[in-house]
């Protein structure tokens, strides 16, 4: 009955665990000066637990489901008097379930995030892409408000 219990409150925690952090760096040309853009983009491993543990001479059902969150943090710089900052995040880049318990599978979702490592600088490159229209809307705001001023 305890393990059962504990399967049951454990059903309901979310584990996280962070993994590795991106870089990226460009140069966007506009008519008031090169606005030079740094992305650092982190991932975070979000796992919960599901199932039950079979009781004798039923199987169990344990599974670990995970995902993998995306999140991008921009700085973008025009010569030293215009400093945008902006942050994104793309939830479930990657997700998957492994069988058992949550903290026994860490180690084993670390390395298929690793392996999906081209798949999250992919989704990362999306959102650095995306964003580009949002820098030139600012820099084109902060121009006017300099020649109004």
Known sequence: MKTIT???????????????????KTVIEHPVGPIAADYTGSTRVEMQQIGSVGTAGRPSSLRCQ????????????????????????????????????????????????????????????AMVAQDREMILAEADSAHAKMREG
């Open 6 to 24: 504990l399967a049951a409150l454990a059903a309901g925690l979310a584990l996280s665990a962070p993994a590795q952090a991106m870089e990226h």
């Open 66 to 125: 995970w995902s993998v969150s995306l999140s991008v943090d921009r700085n973008a710089q025009v010569g030293t008097s215009l400093q945008a900052k902006r942050s994104m995040t793309r939830d479930d880049v990657v997700k998957g379930s492994s069988p058992g318990w949550c903290s026994e599978r860490v180690n084993g979702i670390d390395k298929v995030v690793e392996a999906r490592r081209d798949t999250l600088r992919s989704a990362m490159m």
